[in-house]
Structures are given as structure tokens and as C-alpha cells.
């Protein structure tokens, strides 16, 4: 059986812990952009800049904590965003399919949403962007 410490220190571990981090503060600035905004713009709009601020946060603890890159950073970026912009695009269109079809609150689906697209993350992010250059 697997120590506690043996795994914490492990790479899928890391990744859901920092995961876990980067889905609370990506919905904490969701439903910041959300609070102060809803009335101005839609809540669409709303989860299109506040994926910027996600993304840019995602990163740097990923690169950081997970994955310990030493890659150059702008590839890496550019791929990591990238491919943040291609889940963007699954959760704008599951948050779309919740809120407007299903009649689902747009805040407990957008947590949902991002805490699955979570796990597809990791294997994108170990097979596409922190793999050894």
C-alpha cells in the first residue's frame, strides 16, 4: 500500500491538488466577474474574461508546484493556453447546454463543469504540455 507522504509527493497527487486549487480559484473569480458584472453582460462573456485570469493562474502553478518544467516558457504557454482555450470551448458550450436547456443554476454548473474538465486536464497537460522538450 502507497505511504500518505509517497502519495502526496506524486505527480497525479500534485495534480489534483492543484487542480482542486485552480477549479476553487477559477470559480472564485468566476463568481466575482459574476457578482459585479451580471447585470451588465452576460454570464457568457463573463466566463470568457475571467478564463483569462484562471489560465494565467493555472499555469503558474502547474509549471510550478505539478510539473517542476524547465521548458521554455513561452511555448509552453502557448500550448498550455492553447489548449485552455479548446476546454474553454467545452465548458462555454456544457455551461450553454446546462443553464439554457436543462434549466440548471449558472453557478453550481459552472463548478461542476470545471471540476470534471479537471481530469481531462491532467492527461492533456502530461502528454501535450510539461512533457520534456
Not at 85 to 97: D, Q
Amino acid at each position: 500500500m502507497l505511504s500518505k507522504k509517497a502519495f502526496l509527493e506524486g505527480t497525479r497527487a500534485k495534480f489534483l491538488l492543484v487542480g482542486f486549487l485552480n477549479t476553487i480559484a477559477g470559480f472564485v473569480i468566476f463568481t466575482a466577474f459574476y457578482f459585479v458584472l451580471r447585470n451588465q453582460i452576460s454570464y457568457v462573456i463573463i466566463l470568457l474574461i475571467s478564463q483569462v485570469f484562471a489560465v494565467t493562474f493555472s499555469h503558474s502553478t502547474q509549471r510550478i508546484w505539478v510539473w517542476k518544467s524547465t521548458n521554455s516558457y513561452v511555448p509552453e504557454f502557448v500550448r498550455f493556453s492553447t489548449s485552455y482555450v479548446a476546454i474553454g470551448l467545452v465548458n462555454l458550450v456544457l455551461l450553454r447546454i446546462a443553464v439554457e436547456s436543462m434549466m440548471y443554476p449558472v453557478l453550481s454548473s459552472q463548478f461542476a463543469i470545471g471540476t470534471l474538465l479537471t481530469l481531462v486536464n491532467y492527461f492533456v497537460q502530461k502528454h501535450l504540455i510539461f512533457n520534456k522538450e
